[in-house]
């Protein structure tokens, strides 16, 4: 059971609790105060008129009362605006992840805490996420949060480098989108204080998206497909690497720290359906307050 159908279900149940109680109980604890209030008021006319204090009171707790919802309600209607604002901003507007591994370097490190806008690539049902609203797609370059195709009960977060139709290839470390080599200049080396190695760190150009990426001089290169891979006919396995033509609706990602990263090369493509947002902010890092920011 994931949050977003725990969130789904508290949103119906607190609703559903929030409806009856305007609509059938606050109105039955007025009308019982309204009644209570006249007799009280029948019986007390005299001390009401003199403004005794202590009579005062008591009618007023009888005002406080009424107004009052049981303690089951305030833990259920009660809860319901606040649960409904996060439903609503969580499914429609921005939804909150955490960076649990290194795939992302240098662009986003772990304990990166990252905002998603969730309708840059159009309006979802929540929890079922089908698109009901279109309102753009993925463009080279964007980094993007997407269900793992072999188990979308997983986030997964990477850069897209391949849109549908899009031949791709990826050998010895190059890449080239439609037969096209992927501007690439150097930019000096990265320290991974995790693995303790210095990676060599270089500056590519997808699209309108200037970044950077990570490579390993000691890692060969090469790939090889899953058994999960979602279309092993639409890519090549070459030495050194693989040629991949994009099918339809299906998205090629790649990490940013190249050499370990579990993306496209060997799972295969991300399904449009599968899409889940488009990452833009780091909103914090409690370990690097320094890394909170917008990034490319």
Same mark, same amino acid.
């Given at each position: 059971m994931n949050f977003a159908l725990i969130l789904f279900v508290l949103t119906v149940v607190t609703g559903c609790f929030w409806l009856l109680d305007v609509f059938v109980l606050a109105p039955t604890r007025k009308k019982e105060a309204q009644d209570e209030l006249r007799a009280f008021d029948a019986d007390n006319?005299? /001390? !009401?008129?003199?403004?005794?204090? $202590? +009579?005062? /009171?008591?009618?007023n707790a009888i005002l #406080?009362?009424?107004?009052?919802? %049981?303690?089951? !309600?305030?833990? $259920?209607?009660? *809860? =319901? %605006? #606040? #649960? =409904? *604002?996060i439903f609503v901003l969580r499914s429609f507007l921005f939804e909150p992840f955490r960076i649990p591994s290194g795939s992302m370097m240098p662009t986003l490190e772990t304990g990166d805490m990252i905002l998603v806008n969730k309708y840059t690539y159009g309006l979802r049902i929540p929890v079922l996420n089908t698109k009901i609203l279109d309102v753009g797609e993925p463009q080279r370059g964007d980094v993007v949060v997407f269900k793992y195709p072999p188990n979308p009960d997983i986030d997964y977060i990477k850069r897209v480098v391949g849109l549908p139709g899009d031949k791709i290839s990826y050998i010895n470390k190059k890449l080239e989108v439609n037969g096209v080599p992927v501007p690439l200049k150097d930019d000096g080396t990265y320290f991974d204080e995790h693995k303790m190695q210095e990676l060599i760190q270089s500056e590519e150009k997808l699209g309108e998206t200037t970044h950077k990426i !990570? $490579?390993?001089k000691y890692t060969p290169s090469g790939a090889y497909a899953l058994p999960t891979h979602t279309d092993p006919k639409a890519c090549e396995y070459v030495p050194g690497g693989l +040629?991949? $033509?994009v099918p339809k609706d299906k998205y090629f990602v790649l990490g940013d720290n190249r050499d370990n990263s579990e993306d496209s090369r060997y799972w295969g493509f991300v399904p449009e359906k599968n899409l889940v947002g488009k990452a833009f902010i780091v909103w914090l890092n409690v370990s690097k307050p320094s890394r909170i920011g917008f990034f490319d």
């Open positions: 006319a005299e /001390a !009401l008129r003199r403004g005794e204090k $202590t +009579v005062e /009171a008591a009618r #406080i009362r009424a107004k009052e919802r %049981p303690r089951w !309600l305030e833990y $259920t209607a009660g *809860f =319901f %605006p #606040i #649960i =409904f *604002f !990570l $490579t390993d +040629v991949c $033509t």
